[in-house]
């Protein structure tokens, strides 16, 4: 049938209508190939832009980062919308509205921070079509230049501090002489609020030898550098040989030692106020004393537990064992057999002695126990650990360094499910070592990891105790009485079931303390 004049023109303009209708709704997107590079502080753009270019005024463009939750910036119905931005970003995000009907969508991010840098995806939608790429955003930051300090030591020696602030990354730091030669120093990073690093380096230096030393921090971001010197002389060095210097010593030194008399008194009295105030929070936390035993069919294959169930050390021979969802197979750790209810409070001791390396606390159980394990609150484990025959720290959510004055024999647990706290305490010395604040009441069991065997060198067992309840009680009447004489008890090398274990008779079955003065 032949179509008249009107009608073949009408077809004309609806196929018309329909091209741009699909021409206008097929696009791409593109963000960028490599890296987009910002300064911490400063205005960054990062790129977006339809292919062909579109107007993109009636389109849904969504920036959102992948390190940080919720949207970077919103566009939808023709302006910007801010109820699902995260509060992280508000304030200091743009597009460009005259360059929308480009198909520019490029977002302007202000102030640039440290915890910006990651990973972003550009949407942009419409009723027949939407696209999204990536851009990655890193940033750094080159600090201050350093600056030398000088700090004069006993031994006739100097030591160099070379401080600087503002860096990000973490920079490395290189101390030299004029000809290049490497110093050895001790440098000590510290991370501030906006998650920059302010540097100090130290430099020990015995003798003048008339050397220019360099301080160098190095940008691997930015590939730059920043140094300062510092021409050592002999008004740097302390003289002894001047007579008024050497008097003037004497009264340092005898002024020094009447300080330190009078320090370690008031040091004394403040240490036994401490210890009785501590020895009367165990006498009261021995009230809840439990007799904890351990559960082997969680046990690593490498931990040897004893028949009683109270000894556990860690062997170069790996047992055979069914390898079940509760048994640990990376990480030298076994479980307490009895579950601790929340809303309740239990005590427990355990028997370190002069081992190297231990961790022990408490987890709720229902963690994975396959593979090494991150040990903090996020992944319900609070506990302390011993390592390196030196260090001790706190499983916080960042980790925290423990600084103690003696080193635990015995470590007291005190969990008080109601109030939420997990104590850790010195029995030998009356002293408190760390407290835990958990964020909720849960069921848990105590852990208990003794380390590796270090080919001998950490080969004593981790040992759990019965609380003798008289024992704090005795402490607080009687002042701070000398420890009772140990005792050692020795079970023999049969059946891969041997300890060593250095036990006091404050552990034993009777409730008799020896007390000696």
């Given at each position: 049938?032949?179509?008249?004049?009107?009608?073949?023109?009408?077809?004309?303009?609806?196929?018309?209508?329909?091209?741009?209708?699909?021409?206008?709704?097929?696009f791409?997107?593109?963000?960028?190939?490599?890296?987009?590079?910002?300064v911490?502080?400063?205005?960054?753009i990062?790129?977006?832009?339809?292919?062909?270019?579109?107007?993109?005024?009636?389109?849904?463009?969504?920036?959102?980062?992948?390190?940080?939750p919720?949207?970077?910036?919103?566009?939808?119905?023709?302006?910007?919308?801010?109820?699902?931005?995260?509060?992280?970003?508000?304030?200091?995000?743009?597009?460009?509205?005259?360059e929308?009907?480009?198909?520019?969508?490029?977002?302007?991010l202000?102030?640039?921070?440290?915890?910006?840098?990651?990973?972003?995806?550009?949407?942009?939608?419409?009723?027949?079509?939407?696209?999204?790429?990536?851009?990655?955003?890193?940033?750094?930051?080159?600090?201050?230049?350093?600056?030398?300090?000088?700090?004069?030591?006993?031994?006739?020696?100097?030591?160099?501090?070379?401080?600087?602030?503002?860096?990000?990354?973490e920079?490395?730091?290189?101390?030299?002489?004029?000809?290049?030669?490497r110093?050895?120093?001790?440098?000590s990073?510290?991370?501030?609020?906006?998650?920059?690093y302010?540097?100090?380096?130290?430099?020990?230096?015995?003798?003048?030898?008339?050397?220019?030393?360099?301080?160098?921090?190095?940008?691997n971001?930015?590939?730059?550098?920043?140094?300062?010197?510092l021409?050592?002389?002999?008004?740097?060095?302390?003289?002894?040989?001047?007579?008024?210097?050497?008097?003037?010593?004497i009264?340092?030194?005898?002024?020094?030692?009447?300080?330190?008399?009078?320090?370690?008194?008031?040091?004394?009295?403040?240490?036994?106020?401490?210890?009785?105030?501590?020895?009367?929070e165990?006498?009261?936390?021995?009230?809840?004393?439990?007799?904890?035993?351990?559960?082997?069919?969680?046990?690593?294959?490498?931990?040897?537990?004893?028949?009683?169930?109270l000894?556990?050390k860690?062997?170069d021979?790996k047992?055979?064992?069914?390898?079940?969802?509760?048994r640990?197979?990376?990480?030298?750790?076994?479980?307490?057999?009895?579950?601790?209810?929340?809303?309740?409070?239990?005590?427990?001791e355990?028997?370190?002695?002069?081992?190297?390396?231990?961790?022990?606390?408490?987890?709720?159980?229902?963690t994975?126990?396959?593979g090494?394990?991150?040990?903090?609150?996020e992944?319900?484990?609070?506990?302390?650990?011993?390592?390196?025959?030196?260090?001790?720290?706190?499983?916080?959510?960042?980790?925290?360094?423990?600084?103690?004055?003696?080193?635990?024999?015995?470590?007291?647990?005190?969990?008080?499910?109601?109030?939420?706290?997990?104590?850790?305490?010195?029995?030998?010395?009356?002293?408190h070592?760390?407290?835990?604040?958990?964020?909720?009441?849960?069921?848990?069991?105590p852990?208990?990891?003794?380390?590796?065997?270090?080919?001998?060198?950490?080969?004593?067992?981790?040992?759990?105790?019965?609380?003798?309840?008289g024992?704090?009680?005795?402490?607080?009447?009687?002042?701070?009485?000398?420890?009772?004489?140990?005792?050692?008890?020795?079970?023999?090398d049969?059946?891969?079931?041997?300890?060593?274990?250095?036990?006091?008779?404050?552990?034993?079955?009777?409730?008799?303390?020896?007390?000696?003065?």
């Open positions: 049938m032949e179509l008249s004049g009107r009608s073949r023109l009408c077809a004309f303009a609806f196929f018309c209508h329909v091209g741009i209708l699909v021409s206008t709704e097929s791409t997107l593109k963000g960028s190939d490599s890296p987009v590079i910002a911490v502080g400063t205005d960054v990062l790129p977006c832009q339809l292919s062909p270019s579109t107007s993109a005024t009636q389109m849904e463009v969504r920036w959102h980062s992948s390190e940080i919720g949207l970077a910036h919103h566009y939808v119905n023709g302006d910007d919308a801010s109820q699902k931005q995260n509060p992280h970003y508000q304030g200091r995000t743009m597009m460009f509205k005259e929308l009907p480009k198909g520019n969508v490029s977002l302007l202000k102030k640039v921070q440290v915890a910006d840098g990651g990973r972003y995806v550009c949407f942009v939608g419409s009723k027949l079509n939407y696209m999204e790429d990536f851009v990655d955003l890193k940033v750094g930051a080159v600090g201050t230049g350093p600056t030398i300090s000088v700090h004069h030591s006993q031994d006739q020696a100097v030591t160099l501090t070379c401080s600087s602030e503002g860096w990000y990354p920079p490395p730091v290189l101390w030299t002489d004029r000809h290049g030669q110093k050895n120093s001790t440098t990073p510290i991370k501030d609020a906006q998650g920059l302010n540097i100090q380096s130290h430099l020990y230096v015995k003798e003048n030898k008339n050397q220019v030393l360099v301080c160098q921090i190095h940008s971001f930015w590939e730059q550098t920043r140094e300062s010197e021409q050592l002389s002999d008004d740097l060095f302390p003289n002894d040989h001047h007579p008024y210097r050497v008097t003037i010593a009264l340092c030194l005898l002024l020094g030692i009447l300080i330190v008399v009078i320090g370690f008194v008031f040091k004394a009295e403040r240490e036994s106020k401490g210890k009785l105030h501590i020895a009367k165990l006498s009261k936390a021995r009230n809840v004393a439990v007799q904890i035993k351990l559960d082997p069919s969680t046990a690593h294959p490498n931990l040897h537990i004893t028949s009683d169930f000894n556990v860690h062997t021979k047992q055979e064992v069914a390898d079940t969802p509760e640990f197979d990376e990480w030298a750790c076994v479980l307490g057999s009895e579950i601790l209810k929340a809303e309740k409070e239990y005590y427990w355990v028997y370190v002695g002069s081992k190297t390396d231990w961790d022990i606390g408490v987890t709720d159980g229902k994975n126990r396959k090494w394990q991150d040990l903090n609150p992944n319900r484990y609070w506990g302390i650990r011993f390592f390196n025959n030196t260090d001790y720290i706190a499983f916080e959510d960042v980790a925290v360094k423990l600084r103690l004055s003696n080193r635990p024999k015995v470590v007291g647990i005190h969990l008080d499910g109601k109030a939420r706290k997990l104590g850790f305490y010195d029995v030998s010395e009356m002293s070592i760390y407290t835990f604040s958990m964020k909720s009441s849960l069921d848990v069991y852990y208990f990891s003794p380390g590796l065997n270090k080919n001998g060198k950490n080969k004593d067992p981790l040992t759990l105790l019965s609380p003798s309840p024992f704090c009680d005795l402490m607080f009447s009687a002042s701070i009485p000398s420890p009772p004489t140990s005792s050692l008890e020795h079970l023999e049969t059946n891969e079931k041997d300890v060593a274990v250095e036990l006091s008779p404050l552990y034993s079955n009777g409730t008799t303390v020896e007390r000696h003065s």
